[in-house]
């Protein structure tokens, strides 16, 4: 991670919590304000500091006020609060996204590097990390080449995804009281109906929603070969289904409403509702993707 990114992180959450209300700056503690960002008390009394600082808070001796709106350039940037590692990654799909590449496009280092803001060994590294799943190889003094995907390999991985899927959820509802995955996955609710409300204009973020939740869902059960493994779920069923632009706000609307229903049967902790809003959410997937590599195909 880049120095003080833990912080820069809890302070644009922090952020996000004061000006959607969520939390009440005058009637917070230190220590509430901790355990509900998950992060050390040190952290906590930096953001506090920092919102002094910028004028957002006022802090006297009868307590926090607020001092002045936020503005989006309060926040620090996405590249300052996130890994290398994962910056490259979302950076990378929202390219392949965006731009509706095609199975047979040529991936250029140093024209990603430029693009994303970060050195060549970044956009390397991420381009070997997932050019042992077959989907990209590198071609000799043409750079790299996207190949695609066969429904084969794509229906094989969905078993597989399934598999990790449920054994995640069933893991998430069994989490103490106290643990601030909890928080997040609330959090996550407030943005998946913020979402659901803006639609209109902002239908094409859900993709990076989509990829928070399910990997909030697997970090109830943190293993090291999922982990690595879910690299490559990710570029399938996250991004590469959305190639297919029929239909793609009505689709992303139907599986925003299956998210939510998915959230509120984890909170509820019911392990039936549970397991059948999942099996009901991937199935949808299921059937969209195979569409959308029919449609590249």
């Known amino acids: 991670m880049k120095p003080d990114s833990v912080f820069k992180k809890a302070f644009n959450r922090t952020l996000q919590l004061l000006d959607e209300g969520a939390v009440d700056i005058s009637a917070t503690s230190e220590n509430a304000l901790r355990a509900r960002i998950g992060v050390s008390r040190t952290t906590v009394r930096k953001v506090l500091g920092e919102l002094q600082a910028r004028g957002i808070i006022r802090i006297s001796e009868d307590g926090a006020t607020v001092g002045r709106n936020i503005l989006k350039s309060d926040y620090f940037p996405d590249l300052e609060t996130t890994s290398k590692r994962q910056h490259v990654e979302e950076q990378f799909m929202e390219w392949m996204l965006r731009g509706d590449t095609q199975p047979g496009t040529l991936i250029n280092e140093l024209q990603l590097a430029r693009q994303f803001g970060v050195a060549t060994n970044g956009v390397r590294e991420f381009l070997i990390r997932f050019s042992r799943f077959g989907l990209i190889e590198k071609k000799q003094n043409s750079g790299w080449l996207f190949k695609g995907f066969t429904e084969a390999f794509a229906l094989e991985l969905f078993e597989i995804r399934v598999m990790f899927e449920l054994r995640s959820a069933h893991l998430f509802a069994e989490l103490p009281d106290d643990s601030p995955l909890w928080r997040e996955l609330a959090d996550l609710k407030t943005e998946h ?49 959305q190639w297919n632009k029929k239909d793609e706000l009505q689709r992303n609307e139907a599986a925003i409403r299956e998210h939510l229903a998915y959230i509120d049967a984890l909170l509820s902790g019911d392990t039936h509702e549970i397991e059948r809003t999942c099996l009901r959410h991937m199935t949808s997937a299921r059937t969209t993707l195979v569409r959308s590599i029919q449609v590249a195909a």
Not at 195 to 205: Q, S
């Open 193 to 241: 109906q913020r979402l659901l409300r803006e639609i209109g204009g902002r239908f094409h973020d859900f993709s990076r929603l989509d990829n928070r939740l399910h990997r909030l869902i697997n970090r109830a059960a943190p293993n090291r070969f999922i982990d690595d493994f879910y690299d490559v779920i990710t570029l399938i069923f996250h991004y590469h289904y």
